[in-house]
């Protein structure tokens, strides 16, 4: 069988930039950092699940950082999505893969906490810290590109 032949689920993660810092979590199951995120509900947009997981998983508020096209047409049967900066297909356990679509966001607001349940620590990443052995090629390449692109769309806000 094709190993690219297995079922697939969305998901959408985000890497939480804020003073020149990513955000990650540890996972309780994968035993790795990785950035917010989890599974698109059957009703949701990509937006919505990944605003919901931020929110659930570190207690943030955040805004998508990334292009829209806009404004959506009148006739309501085509809701413009923001882009997502990476889309990657991950094997997860054997029997099924993960499309991920992953964006950039900054918080905007909430109050940083760990959820319990699926986490034993939240912690913000400097791009040193981020190369360390302890977190994965791909997580601190994806988180990275993260830090340096948002550190300068904020220097080029100021």
């Given at each position: 069988?094709?190993?690219r032949?297995?079922?697939?689920?969305?998901?959408?993660?985000?890497?939480?930039?804020?003073?020149?810092?990513t955000?990650?979590?540890?996972?309780?199951?994968?035993?790795?950092?990785?950035?917010?995120?989890?599974?698109?509900?059957?009703?949701?947009t990509?937006?919505?699940?990944?605003l919901?997981?931020v929110?659930?998983?570190?207690?943030?508020?955040?805004?998508?950082?990334?292009?829209?096209?806009a404004?959506d047409?009148?006739?309501?049967?085509?809701l413009?999505?923001?882009?997502?900066r990476l889309?990657?297909l991950?094997?997860?356990?054997?029997?099924h893969e993960?499309?991920?679509?992953i964006?950039?966001?900054?918080?905007?607001?909430?109050?940083?906490?760990?959820?319990?349940?699926e986490?034993?620590?939240?912690?913000?990443?400097?791009?040193?810290?981020?190369?360390s052995?302890?977190?994965?090629?791909?997580?601190?390449?994806?988180?990275l590109?993260?830090?340096?692109e948002?550190?300068?769309?904020?220097?080029?806000?100021?």
């Amino acid at each position: 069988m094709d190993p690219r032949a297995l079922p697939k689920q969305f998901v959408a993660t985000g890497f939480v930039v804020e003073d020149g810092k990513t955000l990650l979590l540890f996972h309780k199951k994968l035993r790795m950092w990785l950035p917010p995120g989890g599974h698109i509900e059957e009703r949701e947009t990509p937006e919505a699940a990944l605003l919901r997981e931020v929110r659930e998983e570190t207690g943030l508020e955040v805004e998508i950082v990334a292009e829209k096209r806009a404004p959506d047409p009148e006739d309501g049967k085509v809701l413009f999505l923001f882009r997502p900066r990476l889309v990657q297909l991950e094997a997860i356990d054997g029997k099924h893969e993960h499309i991920d679509l992953i964006y950039f966001c900054r918080p905007t607001g909430g109050t940083l906490r760990r959820a319990e349940a699926e986490a034993d620590g939240l912690r913000w990443f400097t791009p040193e810290e981020l190369r360390s052995p302890e977190v994965h090629p791909e997580v601190r390449d994806s988180a990275l590109l993260a830090i340096r692109e948002l550190s300068g769309e904020a220097a080029a806000r100021r």
